[in-house]
C-alpha cells in the first residue's frame, strides 16, 4: 500500500485508537511489563502511534518511539507534553520521530529492546521490517511482536485467508503467519512458534544473538546451551 494512503488511513484510524485502547491496553501491558528492563536501557517502540504503549515502560528507561503517521504521532506528543505520557521519566528520555519501519534512521546495534506492536501486518514488507529491527538491535537484546497471525486452525485460516483482500483496502493484511514472518530471519527454533502465547493475537518474544534469532521465554534470557519450551497462553 502506498505511504500516502497508508497515512491518510491511519490518521483517520488515529481518531478512535484512544477511544478503543481496550482492545489494546492489555496486550500491551502484558507484553512490555515482561521485559527485563535494566536502568538506562535503550528502547525502540516501531509504530508507536498514539502512545498507549509509553506509560508501560519503566521511568529510568530511555525509549524512542517512531510512526509513520504524522497525526498519530501528534497525539502521542501531546500526551507527552499534558503529562498523561511518562510523567515520572527524565526530561529528554523520550523522544517521538516520524520514521518509516522499513528504513530505520538508526545505526546498527543502536537499541536493548525493540517492540513492534500491531504494526508487522501493516507495512507492505514484514520481512523488511523485522530485519530492519534486527539491525538495530544490540547483541542479546529483546524483539518483541505484537501482532494477529493468520490461525494454524485449517477453518480460522481459510477465513483469515478469504477475507484478506478486504482487509488489505483497510490498511492491514490478514493472512500473514507467523512462520512466513519468522523462516527468512533464520529464526533458531522456529519449531517453538506454535507455543507463542495468543490466540487472534500473539506476543512473540525474540532474541538476538550476534547474527541470529530465537524465540524466547521471558523474563528469562535464553541459556546459548539449551533448547526451552515456551509458555502457551
Do not use: M
Given at each position: 500500500m502506498p505511504k500516502e494512503i497508508s497515512n491518510s488511513i491511519y490518521s483517520l484510524y488515529g481518531r478512535f485508537y484512544d477511544a478503543g485502547q481496550f482492545l489494546f491496553r492489555k496486550r500491551l501491558q502484558k507484553a512490555i511489563l515482561s521485559l527485563p528492563f535494566n536502568r538506562d536501557d535503550r528502547v525502540l517502540d516501531v509504530g508507536v502511534g498514539t502512545g498507549l504503549s509509553l506509560n508501560f515502560y519503566p521511568d529510568d528507561v530511555h525509549v524512542t518511539g517512531i510512526d509513520l503517521c504524522p497525526a498519530m504521532l501528534a497525539q502521542a506528543r501531546r500526551k507527552m507534553a499534558n503529562k498523561s505520557a511518562r510523567r515520572h521519566a527524565a526530561n529528554g528520555s523520550t523522544h517521538l520521530l516520524q520514521a518509516d519501519a522499513l528504513n530505520l534512521p538508526f545505526p546498527d546495534g543502536s537499541f536493548d529492546t525493540v517492540f513492534l506492536s500491531h504494526l508487522i501486518s501493516t507495512?507492505?514488507?514484514?520481512?523488511?521490517?523485522?530485519?530492519?529491527?534486527?539491525?538495530?538491535?544490540?547483541?542479546?537484546?529483546?524483539?518483541?511482536?505484537?501482532?494477529?497471525?493468520?490461525?494454524?486452525?485449517?477453518?480460522?485460516?481459510?477465513?483469515?485467508?478469504?477475507?484478506?483482500?478486504?482487509?488489505?483496502?483497510?490498511?492491514?493484511?490478514?493472512?500473514?503467519?507467523?512462520?512466513?514472518?519468522?523462516?527468512?530471519?533464520?529464526?533458531?527454533?522456529?519449531?517453538?512458534?506454535?507455543?507463542?502465547?495468543?490466540?487472534?493475537?500473539?506476543?512473540?518474544?525474540?532474541?538476538?544473538?550476534?547474527?541470529?534469532?530465537?524465540?524466547?521465554?521471558?523474563?528469562?534470557?535464553?541459556?546459548?546451551?539449551?533448547?526451552?519450551?515456551?509458555?502457551?497462553?
Open positions: 507495512v507492505p514488507n514484514p520481512q523488511r521490517c523485522l530485519a530492519e529491527a534486527f539491525r538495530v538491535a544490540k547483541a542479546h537484546a529483546h524483539l518483541v511482536i505484537v501482532n494477529h497471525f493468520r490461525s494454524p486452525l485449517p477453518v480460522l485460516s481459510w477465513i483469515e485467508t478469504a477475507i484478506d483482500p478486504l482487509c488489505r483496502k483497510l490498511g492491514w493484511r490478514s493472512d500473514l503467519s507467523l512462520q512466513e514472518l519468522l523462516a527468512p530471519a533464520g529464526v533458531e527454533n522456529l519449531h517453538l512458534a506454535p507455543q507463542t502465547p495468543g490466540f487472534l493475537f500473539r506476543i512473540v518474544y525474540l532474541e538476538k544473538s550476534h547474527q541470529t534469532l530465537r524465540l524466547a521465554r521471558l523474563p528469562q534470557p535464553l541459556p546459548a546451551e539449551s533448547e526451552p519450551t515456551l509458555d502457551a497462553a
